[in-house]
């Protein structure tokens, strides 16, 4: 088989036992799952062993973490024994906190959230942001990977200014990612899967629409299988 797709899938399962299940189903096809913040605070940190399993798929903690630089450490070191490949942050937390999870887990990718998909232009408005989305995203982006981030998270929309800003060394991780015909439910900023590697994306964050169809692996694989070419080494 080939290597898999670019691809996270947001286990928002209602018990640990369906998420391992979906887990088991779609690791054939892509990389990585993410662990978001509902499952972790219920399950606790044996969720990720659980849906790790013995397959060794990369595990993407989505905690989002937002505190006082200390606590915030202190929070990535508790789950950095957990062996995730990637850990959450919110890059509006300023760069003493990213600085502070960077150090705290060195072995773990600290990802820095920049605007959560869910926000519009109008919803910055709201909350005191001045600016466009694209301006927003942009500077909190290059403040995190001034202060060590490796990773950043963004819309689709916003990747390529992104790209742009931070070179080619940062991994740009993009929710609000919705292949043809889904719908966009909670989020106000999406794109397809292709769309958003064409605009410089490395990691894709799919989360309902293989896991709410009626055979999560089938929908992985057919979802995997045009990214698979899109990404394939040229020969």
């Not at 509902?38 to 990369?58: F, T």
Request: glycine share 10%; proline share 8%.
């Amino acid at each position: 088989m080939s290597d898999p797709a670019p691809i996270a899938v947001a286990l928002d399962a209602p018990d640990l036992e369906t998420a391992a299940r979906w887990a088991g189903l779609v690791t054939p096809h892509v990389s990585t799952v993410k662990i978001g913040l509902e499952l972790y605070l219920r399950y606790g940190p044996g969720a990720v062993a659980s849906i790790r399993g013995a397959s060794g798929v990369k595990v993407f903690l989505d905690l989002k973490l937002h505190d006082i630089p200390a606590t915030v450490a202190g929070a990535a070191r508790a789950v950095a024994r957990l062996r995730p490949e990637i850990l959450t942050v919110h890059a509006a937390g300023g760069p003493e906190l990213i600085r502070c999870a960077t150090e705290a887990a060195p072995a773990t990718t600290i990802a820095a959230v920049t605007l959560l998909t869910s926000l519009s232009s109008a919803d910055l408005e709201l909350i005191g942001m001045g600016g466009s989305v694209t301006d927003a995203v942009v500077r909190l982006s290059a403040l995190a990977v001034g202060a060590g981030a490796g990773a950043l998270v963004c819309s689709p929309q916003e990747v390529a200014a992104v790209r742009a800003e931070v070179g080619p060394d940062i991994t740009l991780i993009t929710p609000g990612v919705r292949p043809a015909g889904s719908q966009a439910h909670d989020q106000a900023r999406v794109a397809s899967p292709e769309e958003a590697l064409s605009n410089g994306a490395d990691l894709l964050v799919i989360g309902r629409p293989i896991t709410g169809a009626p055979d999560p692996g089938a929908a992985a694989a057919a979802i995997a299988a045009p990214l698979r070419r899109l990404t394939a080494p040229s020969r």
